[in-house]
Antibody, heavy 118, light 110 residues
Framework: EVQLVESGGGSVQPGGSLKLSCVAS????????MTWVRQIPGKGLEWVAN????????DYVDSVKGRFTISRDNAKNSVFLQMHNLRAEDTAVYYC???????????WGQGTLVTVSS | DIVMTQTPLSLSVTPGQPASISCKSS???????????LHWYLQRPGQPPQLLIY???SRFSGVPDRFNGSGSGTDFTLRISRVEAEDFGVYYC????????FGQGTRVEI
């Protein structure tokens, strides 16, 4: 079964840091681009960041540039999202997603909730 | 950045009746490889989104044939021929040509 499992979410104060992890199984992880998408509770979806198979290309939505870093470890079938200088507006459920081809996202993980609050 | 605009934002439908959602992009989604990277997702309450339609009109594995996608360039439509109970939720279009952008979502409810 193709599966993605996120971890690392939690509560953090504004200005704090958090690192999300996502472990993949059931497919050849190193063959795919990987992506993080977030969703403020009760709101819509926002693409956050993606990276290619060998980390030579990384892209970010403008609102997280300079604060978030996406990375991967192909040996451990894992993708990460390091988040620094967190803001209240970063509060969201963060989904790890496999990008099959130009935004064909499947599967999605179950999501991990990040709450930024004092 | 490419902006995706969905209409309507909310849709009330009687089971068994058709439904249609429009998605317009601020730029053409035709890639230089000749494909158009416009996809549709459904998010049911309490669940992560799931892929329904990719590249405008291709149904993903297991998606019933009552779901049909169409369009080209900047104008796209998702049609459900006869809405069933399991179809209720929020539908998102998304472009994958330049970075990624989702539409605002269309809530389909009874």
């Amino acid at each position: 079964e193709v599966q993605l499992v996120e971890s690392g979410g939690g509560s953090v104060q504004p200005g704090g840091s958090l690192k999300l992890s996502c472990v993949a199984s059931g497919f050849s992880f190193s063959d795919y681009w990987m992506t993080w998408v977030r969703q403020i509770p009760g709101k819509g979806l926002e693409w956050v960041a993606n990276l290619n198979q060998d980390e030579s290309q990384k892209d970010y939505v403008d609102s997280v540039k300079g604060r978030f870093t996406i990375s991967r470890d192909n040996a451990k079938n894992s993708v990460f999202l390091q988040m620094h200088n967190l803001r209240a507006e970063d509060t969201a459920v963060y989904y790890c997603v496999r990008d099959v081809l130009f935004g064909r996202f499947d599967p999605w993980g179950q999501g991990t909730l990040v709450t930024v609050s004092s | 950045d490419i902006v995706m605009t969905q209409t309507p934002l909310s849709l009330s439908v009687t089971p068994g009746q058709p439904a249609s959602i429009s998605c317009k992009s601020s730029e053409s989604l035709l890639h230089t490889d000749g494909k158009t990277y416009l996809h549709w997702y459904l998010q049911r309450p309490g669940q992560p989104p799931q892929l329904l339609i990719y590249e405008v009109s291709s149904r993903f594995s297991g998606v019933p044939d009552r779901f049909n996608g169409s369009g080209s360039g900047t104008d796209f439509t998702l049609r459900i021929s006869r809405v069933e109970a399991e179809d209720f939720g929020v539908y998102y279009c998304m472009q994958g040509v330049h970075l990624k952008t989702f539409g605002q979502g269309t809530r389909v409810e009874i």
